[in-house]
T-cell receptor, first 111, second 112 residues
Framework: GENVEQHPSTLSVQEGDSAVIKCTYS??????FPWYKQELGKRPQLIID?????GEKKDQRIAVTLNKTAKHFSLHITETQPEDSAVYFC??????????FGKGNQVVVIP | EAQVTQNPRYLITVTGKKLTVTCSQN?????MSWYRQDPGLGLRQIYY???????DKGDVPEGYKVSRKEKRNFPLILESPSPNQTSLYFC???????????FGQGTRLTVV
């Protein structure tokens, strides 16, 4: 089955700096790669996603890049703010019907 | 308001006592799924459903059952709960596979 791995497991950044989280996946047929943010005690919520026919997507301070050849994709957060502190999950589709999640990254923005 | 609703939010039960966690969505989504979230393990898919009367196993289906008799509802059934099923459970729905998943509020289950 699909194996999705995230690195690093914990990331601390100074407010205003950039944060980058990388994910690797194993299924070359994967074609949809979402990122979810989960604040403490809350449900995961989609923040950005990318499909396999696109290399990069941006939404304000958040961007995702995809390298299909290397089977990895990354989340980039610029000008980090305290409200960016959360757990971030990457995911990748596998088979035709399933979504596999990584184990999550704890991002801590230090004011 | 578009939403996915799970009940109950918190549940403490004893080993072997059958329980059901309900999940309902009002977005007319075809695809629904159940995940469990455990520290250090992320979100793992238990079961999913492509449409009414169509369900299939995810990565960790052992000890769970589901049903999809109506499009909006996708209950998770634990016939004989065990302590290793203590976890945080999320239901999610999507228009179809490979699209945004909308999660419920979560159900924190403790089996003693």
């Amino acid at each position: 089955g699909e194996n999705v791995e995230q690195h690093p497991s914990t990331l601390s950044v100074q407010e205003g700096d950039s944060a980058v989280i990388k994910c690797t996946y194993s299924d070359s047929a994967s074609n949809y790669f979402p990122w979810y943010k989960q604040e403490l005690g809350k449900r995961p919520q989609l923040i950005i996603d990318i499909r396999s026919n696109v290399g990069e997507k941006k939404d304000q301070r958040i961007a995702v890049t995809l390298n299909k050849t290397a089977k990895h994709f990354s989340l980039h957060i610029t000008e980090t703010q305290p409200e960016d502190s959360a757990v971030y999950f990457c995911a990748a589709t596998h088979g035709n019907n399933r979504l596999a999640f990584g184990k999550g990254n704890q991002v801590v923005v230090i004011p | 308001e578009a939403q996915v609703t799970q009940n109950p939010r918190y549940l403490i039960t004893v080993t072997g006592k059958k329980l059901t966690v309900t999940c309902s969505q009002n977005m007319n989504h075809e695809y629904m799924s159940w995940y469990r979230q455990d520290p250090g393990l992320g979100l793992r898919q238990i079961y999913y459903s492509m449409n009414v009367e169509v369900t299939d196993k995810g990565d960790v289906p052992e000890g769970y059952k589901v049903s999809r008799k109506e499009k909006r509802n996708f209950p998770l059934i634990l016939e004989s709960p065990s302590p290793n099923q203590t976890s945080l459970y999320f239901c999610a729905s999507s228009p179809r596979p490979g699209t945004e998943a909308f999660f419920g509020q979560g159900t924190r289950l403790t089996v003693v």
